[in-house]
């Protein structure tokens, strides 16, 4: 399923991103390109991101670390 349709990415490359280490929304945008023109994509990246992050969390910790940063939310508005 194609995510981002201006930098035409999809479900599977953002979630190899976050199993190749990227932690953030922030760095899975920067990683794949998803997120960074229109941003109109960002919130379904974001769901992604929480799904997968999700069920690895094992601590509140982990799952604290799954908030979104401003400049995320700033480059989506
Ligand atoms: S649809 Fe992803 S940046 Fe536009």
Redesign the pocket.
């Known amino acids: 399923m194609i995510v981002?349709?201006?930098?035409v990415v999809n479900d599977a490359t953002i979630t190899r991103a976050v199993e190749e280490g990227a932690v953030t929304l922030a760095e899975v945008c920067r990683t794949t390109g998803?997120?960074?023109?229109?941003?109109?994509?960002v919130f379904t990246v974001k769901a992604l991101v929480c799904e997968h992050d999700v069920s690895r969390a094992r601590t509140m910790d982990d799952l604290r670390a799954l908030s979104i940063d401003e400049e995320t939310i700033r480059a989506a508005s």
């Open positions: 981002c349709h201006c930098k998803a997120g960074t023109d229109c941003g109109g994509c």
